[in-house]
């Protein structure tokens, strides 16, 4: 399992599903409006004012990064539990 962590396509495939997820978030805000809770990865900062096109563009993958990739992998992870 942990020949995965970090590999490009993971990264890629969480990445496409942060930005499926945010997506049905905002369909639902538009009906709704926000949310008003902490999110889990950062608990000073409410889920729905997380800036996630900025923490996509800094939670990529890179090639030969092999450390950067799985600490990317890792917050892709918990930012879809934050979701």
């Not at 990445?15 to 997820?21: G, K, S």
């Not at 939670?59 to 539990?81: A, K, R």
Request: charge should be negative; charged fraction near 30%.
């Amino acid at each position: 399992m942990s020949q995965l962590l970090g590999r490009q396509d993971c990264v890629e495939s969480l990445r496409r599903d942060l930005v499926d997820l945010q997506g049905a978030i905002v369909d639902v805000f538009s009906r709704t409006g926000p949310v008003r809770c902490p999110s889990w990865k950062f608990p000073d900062k409410l889920s729905c004012n997380l800036d996630l096109v900025s923490l996509l563009e800094q939670y990529d993958f890179v090639d030969g990064e092999e450390e950067f990739n799985q600490h990317s992998h890792i917050v892709l992870l918990e930012l879809v539990v934050d979701r």
